[in-house]
Nanobody, 124 residues
Framework: QVQVVESGGSLVQPGGSLRLSCTTS????????IGWFRQAPGKEREGVSC????????FYKDSVKGRFTISRDNAKNTVFLQMNNLKPEDTGVYYC?????????????????WGQGTQVTVSS
């Protein structure tokens, strides 16, 4: 019954913005860390950002710092990824997942639940 669902991906021009949403059914996100990941065609999946539940710490992949913002809205049981000044290299399928290892050194989810992904394409 527990599901993770991402939404908000679309085709956008370079320099544009998108807001991705991650929600869960059957459980509350409030007490769980959440990570955002992406996978470009032919490349390995990489961690983009994560937010802890224990201390609220937030971490980002270096290439998205200053452009992406991760946040929680517990009333909506949602974690958002606001993406501004998008670049073609941001193109990929974006996933959210529960229970990531969330630190400056590593953003990865091994034991958590994953959504099906949402496509983000940045192109003129």
């Amino acid at each position: 019954q527990v599901q993770v669902v991402e939404s908000g991906g679309s085709l956008v021009q370079p320099g544009g913005s998108l807001r991705l949403s991650c929600t869960t059914s059957g459980t509350s996100l409030e007490k769980y860390a959440i990570g955002w990941f992406r996978q470009a065609p032919g490349k390995e999946r990489e961690g983009v950002s994560c937010i802890r539940s224990s201390d609220g710490m937030i971490f980002y992949k270096d290439s998205v710092k200053g452009r992406f913002t991760i946040s929680r809205d517990n009333a909506k049981n949602t974690v958002f990824l606001q993406m501004n000044n998008l670049k073609p290299e941001d193109t990929g399928v974006y996933y959210c997942a529960t229970d990531p290892i969330c630190s400056r050194a590593q953003i990865i989810s091994l034991l958590g639940l994953w959504g099906q992904g949402t496509q983000v394409t940045v192109s003129s």
